[in-house]
C-alpha cells in the first residue's frame, strides 16, 4: 500500500518558519518525482516544488522562490519542505504527492496523495 503523510503544519506569524515533512512508503522512492501543494480556501490547488529523486531536479513556483527549499532524504523515504519568511498569502492546506514522471505541477500526472497539513500565517 502506497502512503504519503504529512506533517509539520501549524499556526505561526508571518515571517516564522516551518518545516513540512513527507514520508513515503510503498513505492520505490528513488524512481518517483514528489511535489508540494497547496490548496487555499475557495482556490485551486497549486503545485509549491518538487524534487525529482531519480535526477536531484528540483523545481519552485516563483511565489516561494528564495523562501522555501526542498530536499530528500533517502535513508528515510522522507521529502522536506522548509519555509522560511512566511506570509499570510502561504496560508493553505499543503499536501504531498508523488509521480513516476516529472511532467511539471501537473496535478494529473501525480498519483499518490497525502491527506494534508493545514498551515496558517496571521499577520
Known amino acids: 500500500e502506497v502512503q504519503l503523510v504529512e506533517s509539520g503544519g501549524g499556526l505561526v506569524q508571518a515571517g516564522e518558519s516551518l518545516r513540512l515533512s513527507c514520508a513515503v512508503s510503498g513505492i520505490t522512492f528513488d524512481d518517483y518525482t514528489i511535489g508540494w501543494f497547496r490548496q487555499a480556501p475557495g482556490k485551486e490547488r497549486e503545485g509549491v516544488s518538487a524534487?525529482?529523486?531519480?535526477?536531484?531536479?528540483?523545481y519552485y513556483a516563483d511565489s516561494v522562490k528564495g523562501r522555501f527549499i526542498i530536499y530528500s532524504d533517502n535513508a528515510s523515504n522522507t521529502v522536506y519542505l522548509q519555509m522560511t519568511s512566511l506570509k499570510p498569502e502561504d496560508t493553505a492546506v499543503y499536501y504531498c504527492?508523488?509521480?513516476?514522471?516529472?511532467?511539471?505541477?501537473?496535478?494529473?500526472?501525480?498519483?499518490?496523495w497525502g491527506q494534508g497539513t493545514q498551515v496558517t500565517v496571521s499577520s
Open positions: 504527492a508523488a509521480s513516476w514522471i516529472w511532467a511539471g505541477m501537473d496535478l494529473d500526472e501525480f498519483e499518490y
Open positions: 524534487i525529482v529523486n531519480s535526477d536531484g531536479t528540483i
